[in-house]
């Protein structure tokens, strides 16, 4: 069995075993295993808090899945699992180990679940969405829903990270979506909905998943933004999930955004999602004079 019908099965067995696990934030998930567990793990601490366990602590069967994939490390007798499985709307998503810390890293969490209520709720009002891009897919978790939703949509799920794209290629078999994985970093032409929850924080490691650059986290949001304004067809949609820095009441992401919209003759309009998300980062260098991070949800509509 190759590495990815091995994934593929332990999806599969995760499903029939009734698995359910929500992802939390980094620093909550950290306050929750630093507690001791009591007794036994369970496959909620295997696969979703990433605990370490004993080889005769876990289904023989599953062992195999996660050894026939190369997903397990071996410390002593303690054994961990490469991977993490999270649930979304009757959906099992693979993504990476607690911490995410390496460059490839893909992410799921709290922004992965406000992202999918922005999204899905509105694609009731595009029946007619035929060419459907998910930019930045991560998991594929938005996208991946959005062509069950959809299923007459064309769906292609693009991710600059390989590790990435292998992932939704996996998630989306286990959903039973048709959905395209590419690795690119750019938006093709000549679709009429976008939808995307680009990387928004500063961050010196420069992970792909996280790392949104200049503008205090602002610039790829801005790229996807300029990408998405060339690539739509007339009248065609862009559904952006972002975090937007906030300074006296302002948000030069907000600015810089609607600004961009307004040369294109494209309508621009957003709303605050959450007021203040990742209020830890405010004590990292260059956050100095930012007083809040927001989640915001924004539709841009292209010209007809």
């Known amino acids: 069995m190759n590495e990815r019908s091995a994934l593929l099965e332990l999806l599969r067995q995760l499903r029939s075993r009734d698995y359910r696990f929500i992802c939390v934030t980094p620093s909550t998930h950290r306050t929750v295993v630093e507690r001791p567990l009591i007794g036994e793990p369970s496959l909620r601490d295997i696969f979703g808090w990433n605990r370490p366990f004993d080889e005769g602590q876990l289904d023989p069967e599953l062992l195999n899945l996660l050894r026939s994939a190369g997903c397990v490390d071996q410390n002593g007798e303690s054994l961990r699992s490469h991977v993490r499985v999270a649930s979304l709307d009757g959906e099992l998503f693979l993504h990476s180990s607690y ?50 939703q959809l299923p007459s949509a064309e769906i292609a799920l693009i991710d600059v990270n390989p590790v990435a794209a292998e992932f939704a290629r996996i998630n989306a078999t286990a959903a039973g979506a ?20 680009p990387p928004y924080l500063m961050d010196t490691a420069h992970r792909a998943y996280r790392d949104g650059g200049g503008l205090f986290g602002g610039d790829v949001a801005c790229d996807w933004v300029s990408q998405a304004l060339a690539a739509l067809v007339p009248g065609g949609t862009m559904l952006l999930y972002t975090g937007a820095a906030m300074m006296c009441g302002r948000a030069p992401l907000l600015d810089r955004l609607e600004e961009l919209c307004r040369e294109a003759k494209a309508r621009f309009a957003w709303g605050e999602i959450d007021p ?21 949800g924004i539709e841009i509509t292209t010209a007809r």
């Open 99 to 148: 911490p995410t810390e390496s460059s490839n890293a893909v992410f799921f969490g709290p922004d992965t679940y406000r992202f999918a209520r922005f999204v899905l709720p509105q694609l009731r009002k595009l029946p007619g969405t035929r060419h459907i891009v998910e930019m930045g897919a991560g998991s594929g978790a938005v996208g991946i829903l959005a062509a069950k």
């Open 178 to 197: 048709e959905v395209q994985c590419i690795v690119s970093d750019r938006i093709p032409d000549g679709c009429d909905l976008v939808i995307a929850n």
């Open 276 to 296: 203040d998300v990742f209020g830890e980062e405010l004590l990292e260098d260059g956050y100095e004079k930012v007083e809040r991070i927001a989640a915001v």
